[in-house]
């Protein structure tokens, strides 16, 4: 892989990355009280979530057929964690939002580590 495509494929899927935060996790409206049994959930929707982590698996394969898991992992997993950190740190008073990051962290690093590798094997098996 020449540097040139490693250094484009590395800044493009940071920007995808970030974009599928800012797309499905970047607008949230806060906590929600249910009227009837006053629980709070938020702040993110289950369906914010759900397409935020099908989006990511969808990038993390696609980098991964074309690019090294070797670069996607860490990339996807800085530009995620720092997405959600930047705006959790503005918006969370407790400090708690570290907890949330290094859960982030944790997650994003696994999943686009499994997700590209299993990419990556299954593109050179299909090539011999």
Excluded: C, K, N
């Amino acid at each position: 892989m020449t540097r040139t495509r490693t250094l484009l494929g590395g800044v493009l899927l940071a920007a995808a990355t970030i974009g599928t935060w800012a797309a499905w996790l970047g607008w949230e409206s806060g906590y929600s009280t249910d009227p009837r049994t006053g629980a709070t959930s938020g702040p993110y929707a289950v369906w914010q979530v759900v397409g935020a982590v099908l989006t990511l698996v969808v990038v993390a394969a696609v980098a991964g057929w074309l690019l090294s898991p070797v670069l996607v992992a860490p990339v996807m997993t800085v530009a995620f964690t720092a997405a959600w950190s930047g705006h959790a740190a503005a918006t969370d008073d407790s400090g708690l939002w570290v907890v949330g990051a290094v859960l982030v962290f944790l997650g994003t690093g696994l999943g686009s580590t499994l997700v590209s590798l299993g990419a990556h094997l299954f593109r050179r098996r299909r090539t011999r």
